[in-house]
């Protein structure tokens, strides 16, 4: 259930080994406040003896280098266009750095320190190479494919479905763009495979998506035997493996996909501006809420209360259904009100009853804290407006709109939702 993290720190030198339980998840966060915040923020954790490699993520501080590599959840940034944004808020949080992200994570980390691996993490490693399961990809075109070829009715995607997605755009013999829509770029695509190409062809008619909406992209001119491919990291490290493939073909990565498609395309597409991107990173930078056991039970208890508020509301429902009906044959309705009003009063104490014990329950036997651990703070000041104030400063270092401007555009979410997003 944890997240626990890893971190080292260089000065002078020497190292410092420190480490926490759930700090992986909220990193993305916790980086945006610079050296020196950041410093100060591990400097709370366990410190540790030697170096650790049980954990999902942390990072790697050479302040004599000036060095950041770290690794943590970057789930929300699977859009290139929200990792852009947000590697450009980190180049102006570390100035005269060098940020790097740990593709590889806790493995980079060993690396870059000179530290072997346990054993345990080098048999993991092993396991996940030979391991075919651990392929997320999907194999074939088919297998990716959005639209459900058995619904001849509705033969494209959900035009409201915000999920990412891949975004595949065929130049045909005439010089005209159609799109594919993809749930990710295949196996068999990213190998080049005629089979491939012939079954993209093959699928309906799509719309070009929203940048927002698009998690990796391919630019596709079979006459003139060219593919353009763009996308995250794992994508480019795809293409470099598979590229050998793709014989008599001119394979290249660019790093402004969306722009290129849509230009192809002959329109400007449905691009994201960075107020867009800004809106969804800051409002976690600005949030001083914590990931830890309580946020996740408390978070727990809310999901089980509104389960058994609609259960109750459900059993209600069908309990009075016979009174009513016996009024509408009797023309008693006097005394199915009064049935009907204890019926719902009788409910609603029981189940103010159980919740009650239930709630009791739980905090009896799952502590909402570790007792045998401090609780900490999150990276940066604390009091909202200095909060606000350094983020204004941060926006303005990345020539980036001021949080005024992108503030009007937030979600309004809290809890474990805005954590995770």
């Avoid at 970057?74 to 593709?103: E, G, H």
Wanted: with cysteine; hydrophobic share 40%; glycine share 6%.
């Amino acid at each position: 259930m944890s997240e626990p993290a890893i971190f080292t720190l260089i000065r002078d030198g020497k190292r410092r080994h420190y480490a926490d339980r759930w700090a992986s998840a909220t990193l993305r966060r916790e980086v945006m406040w610079g050296p020196v915040d950041f410093e100060a923020w591990v400097e709370q954790f366990e410190q540790l003896d030697e170096w650790d490699d049980c954990c999902s993520g942390g990072a790697v501080v050479d302040y004599d280098n000036h060095l950041l590599l770290w690794s943590g959840d970057i789930s929300s940034f699977q859009a290139p266009r929200m990792w852009r944004t947000y590697c450009q808020l980190m180049t102006a949080a570390w100035p005269n750095f060098q940020v790097k992200f740990a593709d590889n994570g806790t493995d980079q980390f060993a690396d870059y320190l000179g530290i072997p691996l346990s054993q345990e993490a080098a048999d993991e490693g092993e396991d996940d190479n030979d391991n075919e399961e651990y392929e997320h990809r999907p194999p074939t075109v088919v297998e990716a494919r959005r639209d459900d070829p058995d619904d001849q009715e509705a033969s494209d995607v959900d035009p409201n479905d915000e999920s990412l997605r891949a975004w595949i755009t065929l130049i045909d013999d005439d010089g005209n763009a159609r799109q594919r829509q993809l749930s990710e770029l295949t196996l068999d695509l990213l190998r080049g495979e005629s089979p491939a190409i012939n079954a993209l062809t093959a699928l309906p008619p799509a719309e070009i998506p929203k940048e927002a909406y698009v998690s990796e992209g391919l630019l596709l001119n079979p006459t003139k035997r060219t593919a353009r491919i763009w996308g995250s990291s794992e994508l480019l490290n795809r293409m470099k493996q598979y590229g050998k493939l793709w014989k008599g073909w001119q394979l290249k990565w660019t790093h402004h996909g969306y722009a290129d498609q849509c230009a192809a395309s002959g329109t400007k597409g449905l691009p994201m501006s960075d107020i867009d991107a800004l809106a969804k990173i800051l409002p976690l930078i600005l949030s001083t809420e914590q990931l830890n056991l309580g946020a996740v039970m408390d978070a727990l208890g809310d999901g089980v209360k509104k389960f058994a508020e609609k259960t109750t509301g459900c059993l209600t429902f069908l309990i009075c259904i016979p009174l009513v009906l016996f009024g509408a044959f009797s023309g008693n309705w006097t005394a199915v009100a009064y049935s009907v009003g204890a019926t719902i009063f009788v409910i609603s104490a029981l189940f103010i009853l159980v919740t009650r014990r239930f709630r009791n329950a739980v905090k009896k036997n799952i502590p909402q804290n570790d007792p045998d651990e401090e609780s900490t703070v999150v990276a940066g000041p604390l009091e909202e407006d200095a909060r606000r104030a350094r983020v204004n400063q941060l926006l303005l270092r990345a020539d980036l709109p001021s949080l005024d401007e992108v503030e009007p555009h937030f979600k309004a979410v809290s809890g474990l939702e805005l954590l995770a997003s």
